[in-house]
């Protein structure tokens, strides 16, 4: 089991940026693949972008292609999400996940954080 902490929500008006952190704790962070999937009030939990353990194959959602990043640093055993050109349809709760054999889907991730507020005003 991996103990997850997101970081850097907040509030930002459209067109923004804002990058997101998730600190790991807990077994060997580089066994992990990490993703991000977000949920909106009244919306299923839904997949962002997903990182391989090594950081060598990245996974995007069509909505975030071409403007969300997603990183990882194992020697920090932190996952980052980078969101440039942001607009109201972004506004969700963002989670980080934690899976061994991949993260693309919820079923696959294994461990979750607590989720950090995304909100963008337009």
């Known amino acids: 089991q991996v103990q997850l902490v997101e970081s850097g929500g907040g509030l930002v008006q459209a067109g923004g940026s804002l990058r997101l952190s998730c600190a790991a704790s807990g077994r060997t962070f580089s066994s992990y693949a990490m993703g991000w999937f977000r949920q909106a009030p009244g919306k299923e939990r839904q997949f962002v972008a997903a990182?391989?353990?090594?950081?060598?194959?990245?996974t995007y959602a069509g909505p975030v292609k071409g403007r969300f990043t997603i990183s990882r640093d194992n020697a920090k055993n932190t996952v980052y999400l980078q969101m440039n050109s942001l607009t109201p349809e972004d506004t969700a709760v963002y989670y980080c996940a934690a899976g061994r054999w991949g993260v693309s889907t919820t079923s696959q991730a294994e461990d979750w954080g607590q989720g950090t507020q995304v909100t963008v005003s337009s």
């Open positions: 990182i391989s353990r090594g950081g060598n194959s990245l």
